[in-house]
């Protein structure tokens, strides 16, 4: 069966230090993966997607970026956070049919100080 | 740009009851609408998903309705238990027919308490 693992569980960071978090997934191939900011009190925000290794999609201009070294291991990176970075970052993975639901990690916790 | 609404921030119901959550959409034309489950501190979970030409899907106690002219989706859960008490979430699906990229766009949420 696939399995998702994202890490850390929670992190806090201050102002202007760099970020990685890391999601991998098992069990599938060719996912597409998928990275979103859950803020308080508001939905799922899609930050990135991604298709294939090395190919990454925007959705919302911001102080965040996104990679895919391999093809189930996708990062999420910030050169320098900001206040405004801290939330619930989910990442998600897909089979490549269409109509296909999403499947979620547990997340990391961020807050910035 | 989409906006998407689910009818209330939270919801409380009875035990036994049938609880319903409503999600509403404008500006926007998704092949596919899908709900999810979420509990606090955790990634959401998947519970049903229904295209365009569909009216209504049923899984176990779940059944949820989507009306593309009313641009609206019912989600229902009948004989509702305690353990049900989460938020649900409503996702839209790509507007491009065919599309695999599988961009899901969602609405805040409803958080659903039922008491014994």
């Known amino acids: 069966s696939q399995t998702i693992h994202q890490w850390p569980a929670t992190l806090v960071q201050p102002v202007g230090s760099p970020l990685s978090l890391e999601c991998t997934v098992e069990?599938?191939?060719?996912?597409?993966l998928y990275w979103y900011r859950q803020a308080a009190g508001r939905g799922l925000q899609l930050l990135f997607y991604?298709?294939?290794?090395?190919?990454i999609s925007s959705e919302v201009p911001q102080n965040l970026s996104a990679s895919r070294p391999q093809d189930r291991q996708f990062i999420l990176s910030s050169k320098k956070l900001l206040l405004s970075d801290s939330g619930f970052y989910l990442c998600?993975?897909?089979?490549?049919?269409?109509?296909?639901?999403?499947?979620f990690g547990d997340g990391t916790r961020l807050s910035i100080l | 740009s989409q906006k998407i609404e689910q009818n209330s921030e939270a919801l409380n119901i009875q035990e036994g009851k049938t609880a319903t959550l409503t999600c509403n959409y404008t500006?926007?034309?998704?092949?596919?609408l899908q709900w999810y489950r979420q509990d606090p501190g955790r990634g959401p979970v998947f519970l049903l998903l229904i295209r365009e030409n569909e009216k209504e899907k049923r899984k176990e106690r779940l059944k949820v309705t989507f009306d593309t002219t009313l641009k609206q989706s019912l989600f229902h859960i009948t004989a509702s238990q305690p353990a049900d008490s989460a938020t649900y979430l409503c996702a839209l699906g790509d507007t491009v027919r065919g599309s695999t990229l599988g961009r899901l766009y969602f609405g805040r949420g409803t958080q659903l308490t039922v008491w014994p």
């Open positions: 991604s298709v294939g290794i090395g190919q």
């Open positions: 069990g599938t191939s060719n996912p597409n």
């Open positions: 998600a993975w897909r089979h490549r049919d269409r109509n296909q639901p999403q499947h």
């Open positions: 500006n926007y034309s998704p092949a596919y």
